[in-house]
């Protein structure tokens, strides 16, 4: 199993959830998120009085899915997240060592999606 979590423009974020979606990518995680360092866009960076420091605003985006499927899962990504500006963000894919559903105790990659 892979845990995919990619940081994308809040512009793209609905593409990319409805590309994942309809890939059948439907359990993911959304998280608001700011963006220091690489991830700021120049054209949308707004001064933090927290961070003391340019950053911008961006989505990440979790999910997990079966070691087959994270390559589909990161040309989705990349192909409804690309704007061709600097700050478009990061893919980062890990590996995953075990799932339980929580309210089941069910284990193994068939939980997922479901």
């Known amino acids: 199993m ?4 990619a940081y994308v423009r ?6 990319v959830v ?5 890939g ?3 359990c993911m995680t959304i998280i608001d ?22 950053m911008s605003k961006l989505a990440k985006i ?13 040309d989705i990504i990349r192909r409804y997240g690309c704007t061709h500006q600097s700050g478009d963000g990061i893919i ?3 590996n995953v060592e075990r799932a339980v559903k929580i309210k089941t105790g069910e284990e193994g990659e068939y939980i997922l999606q479901t």
């Open 10 to 15: 809040i512009a793209v974020l609905g593409d």
């Open 33 to 54: 998120v700011s963006g220091l360092g690489n991830l700021v866009d120049p054209n949308e960076w707004k001064y933090s009085m927290e961070f003391v420091q340019k």
């Open 24 to 26: 059948g990518f439907r």
């Open 92 to 94: 980062f894919v890990y």
């Open 62 to 74: 979790e999910l997990a899915c079966r070691d087959e499927d994270a390559a589909k899962v990161v």
């Open 2 to 5: 892979k845990e995919i979590k």
């Open 18 to 22: 409805q590309a994942l979606r309809g």
